[in-house]
């Protein structure tokens, strides 16, 4: 059983910041890469940014330059440093994991946190 556990979220100001955190506990082979999503109310849910296991990392338009994603290897703990902070951030925000498991390519996804951004 793979599960995903985020924490991190919460209410800010416009300019403040917080870092999400995503902790994939399971018996895993790999994780191949790390997603984080975004949904806010009333619109589809949207790709925020990525990690892959080598390392590289890919950001939508919108966040590029203020969020910054990363990983501890040694905890299996994903993070997204979110910086500059704006109303149009507040969406709940979930985390997606491709993993190997036993040979087998898996996705999972963990419960998502809420953020919101005062203006």
């Known amino acids: 059983q793979v599960q995903l556990v985020e924490s991190g979220g919460g209410l800010v100001q416009t300019g403040g910041s917080l870092r999400l955190s995503c902790a994939v506990h399971g018996s895993i082979s790999a994780i191949n890469r790390l997603n984080w999503y975004r949904q806010a109310p009333g619109k589809q849910r949207e790709f925020v940014a990525l990690?892959?296991?080598?390392?590289?990392?890919k950001y939508a338009d919108s966040v590029k330059g203020r969020f910054t994603i990363s990983r501890d290897n040694t905890k299996d703990t994903f993070y997204l440093q979110m910086n500059s902070l704006k109303p149009e951030d507040t969406a709940v925000y979930c985390c997606?994991?491709?993993?190997?498991?036993?040979?087998?390519?898996?996705?999972?996804w963990g419960q998502g946190t809420q953020v919101t951004v005062s203006s």
């Open positions: 997606n994991a491709d993993v190997t498991v036993v040979g087998t390519r898996e996705n999972y």
């Open positions: 990690i892959t296991s080598g390392g590289s990392t």
